[in-house]
């Protein structure tokens, strides 16, 4: 067991204890804008490749209070903290110059970090091949959620993470291109390149592109000025060290099967940009095809160079014509009503957990953390946007009784509990 994950459980008592109150004056902000000096293209609708970006996560809704508003996105995150950074490498995409730029949110502007000259990413990540299209490289601003979340932030820094490469996914499939995932590569190196200051750290980056028949560019060597991502800080030593104790890859398995998403891609982008949490279930029974529909999605394949076993527990409350009970990977593994239990191990979010047509827990056991917590983020997204694509509600519960779903399931004490989403209206 990963000792960050064993430290970092939700417990009955745990959470009774030790009652987060929150410091509203050091509340971070959820937005990076580099300076006016580097050059910046705004985003437009009407430029096909600008909203391959955009979807990925920019703003889709504002909400207002007397006083105060706040945006939210495409992706989903934990508490709305939004703690990654999106930047991406692009190379022979005729709407933008070559260069690596960094996805402005707030403005829904790209601003350009370093122009190409025969020089890029591809060596830094380990790539056999140059690379025409585009890389993604995904950070994390710890600090945005440990404000919130204190320790366990990172376990929301990998999911909402995770969120994002299934809306990196999403997004290439509305333009008929597959994504791989990277994740063995020298992060502390670009961190540094990217003058981060242990304040924001690289967990992932990911491939919509082709192989180029040219040479492989020289290896990227830039000096990037550090840009302030949050405004207030406060740094976390167990979060650090967590980063930094799950970088080295032990013993991978690479994944190199395309998922099979079928989609109809004019209401899918609608679904991208529409999609949201939904706050409240009300017990609403689905149908088995709806239920069918969602879990093929779900189950697969997830394309990386570190493939990491993600056990998908289902616990079917309320599907028209299936038995009610606990379903592993598709597998129905044991009879009976656990609704009222369901929403009691979502650390009693009951209007949740308990009102949905289905629950589910992720689980895992991988040396691979980052790789494996990242993986639970994508199969979360994909849960959401197939769900949404059937108008039918989902919410990420982050927050959960680990050891409580480990005992219900029946799985060795050694077993992680990563991540907690219902679906239902
Ligand atoms: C990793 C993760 C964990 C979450 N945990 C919870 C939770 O425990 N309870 C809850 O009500 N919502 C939870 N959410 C939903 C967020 O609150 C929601 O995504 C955020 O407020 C933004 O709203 P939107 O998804 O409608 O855009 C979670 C979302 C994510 C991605």
């Known amino acids: 067991m990963n000792s960050y994950h064993d430290k970092t459980k939700h417990s009955y008592y745990s959470v009774r204890e030790n009652a987060n109150y929150l410091d509203w004056s050091t509340q971070p902000s959820t937005y990076k804008i580099y300076p006016d000096s580097f050059k910046r293209t705004k985003l437009e609708s009407e430029v096909p490749e600008h909203s391959f970006i955009y979807r990925i996560g920019g703003i889709s809704a504002k909400k207002s209070y007397p006083g105060s508003e706040y945006f939210l996105r495409t992706n989903p995150s934990a508490g709305a903290l939004f703690p990654n950074e999106l930047y991406f490498q692009v190379r022979g995409v005729d709407a933008f110059a070559d260069g690596i730029y960094h996805f402005d949110v707030l403005h829904g502007s790209v601003a350009l970090l370093h122009a190409l000259d025969d020089d890029g990413v591809e060596v830094n990540l380990g790539l056999k091949q140059r690379i025409n299209g585009y890389i993604f490289l995904l950070s994390a601003v710890y600090f945005r959620s440990s404000w919130k979340y204190r320790d366990r932030a990172f376990r929301y ?245 680990d050891d409580e779903v480990v005992d219900f399931l029946g799985l060795d004490e050694e077993t992680m509990i990563l991540y907690g989403i219902c679906v239902g209206n």
């Open 157 to 401: 820094c990998l999911l909402d993470g995770g969120h994002l490469l299934g809306q990196i996914e999403a997004s290439s499939f509305l333009k008929d291109f597959a994504c791989r995932h990277h994740y063995d590569f020298d992060k502390e190196a670009l961190n540094a390149m990217f003058g981060f200051q242990e304040k924001e750290f690289f967990i992932a980056s990911s491939i919509v592109g082709i192989p180029s028949p040219k040479p492989l560019p020289k290896a990227l060597d830039i000096a990037l000025p550090y840009v302030e991502a949050t405004g207030s800080f406060a740094a976390n030593e167990v979060i650090v060290s967590a980063y930094h104790d799950s970088l080295k890859i032990v013993s991978k398995k690479a994944c190199t099967r395309p998922a099979k998403l079928t989609f109809r891609k004019d209401v899918f982008e609608e679904c991208m940009m529409t999609r949201r949490s939904i706050r409240q279930m009300h017990k609403e029974g689905i149908k088995k095809e709806a239920f069918t529909f969602i879990m093929d999605v779900v189950h697969q394949a997830v394309m990386s160079d570190v493939d990491e076993e993600v056990d998908i527990y289902v616990i079917v409350n309320r599907v028209i014509d299936m038995p009610l009970g606990i379903y592993k990977n598709g597998q129905f593994i044991q009879y009976g009503d656990f609704a009222r239990k369901a929403g009691y191990l979502c650390l009693e979010q009951y209007h949740l957990g308990e009102n949905a047509a289905f629950t589910v827990f992720l689980a895992g056991h991988s040396d691979n953390y980052q790789a494996m917590y990242m993986k639970a983020g994508i199969v979360g997204e994909r849960l959401y946007l197939a769900s949404h694509y059937l108008q039918i509600g989902c919410s990420g519960i982050g927050a959960y009784y």
